[in-house]
């Protein structure tokens, strides 16, 4: 499910052409919810896989750390 909600984001950006805008709100909504999940996966005990999903949120966000921008 997750990969094919990231295929539509991806799509997206690509039909938009990257306008500078859009693209940071649709990195600013991946960077959530990688961190929520990550957040969630760490209260249901996978600790080492909630971590590594909040550093990828980290790096994802377009603010401070970003990797994409």
Do not use: F, K, Y
Not at 11 to 35: C, K, M, P
Request: hydrophobic residues 60%; aromatic residues 2%; glycine residues 16%.
């Amino acid at each position: 499910m997750l990969s094919t909600s990231l295929h539509g984001v991806l799509s997206l950006l690509a039909q938009n052409g990257g306008n500078e805008g859009t693209t940071d709100t649709i990195l600013w909504i991946i960077a959530a919810v990688l961190v929520i999940i990550g957040i969630v996966t760490i209260v249901r005990g996978a600790v080492l896989w909630g971590i590594v999903l909040i550093v990828a949120g980290l790096l994802v966000g377009p603010g401070g750390v970003s990797i994409l921008d």
